[in-house]
């Protein structure tokens, strides 16, 4: 008989749901809030900085967001007009430069475990 605490496997379902909610689907034409995209990608272990150089970072100026998936070999340019995704594009990180246009892009967590409020409260 195998004994596993509640609280793991509160934890295991709980990540899984997670996992889900912390999934992002964008397209072309879609709107967007900058604001509530950062906090989500912060959640999902992406990590805040000026310029992207690295797997499972991005940054936001003005309105462009860059993000680079850990599962890419090249990271994202996402360009808004308005709250609204413009163009969708690949880029290289030492040239800044555009490789290639997409239509989609999905995002999955940049971390195995997310952690937000609803996890630090089981936690305690």
Known sequence: MLLHPLKHLQ???LQKKLFLEHS????IG???DFNELSKLLVES???RVDMVEGKGEFSIRGGLLDLFPPDSIYPYRIELFGD???SIRTFNTESQRSIDKVKTLSIFPAKEVIINEEIK????
């Open 24 to 27: 992002i689907n964008l397209k």
């Open 121 to 124: 409260k089981l936690c305690h």
């Open 45 to 47: 272990g992406y990590e």
């Open 11 to 13: 934890m295991n379902i």
């Open 84 to 86: 609204e995704i413009d």
């Open 30 to 32: 879609k709107q967007i």
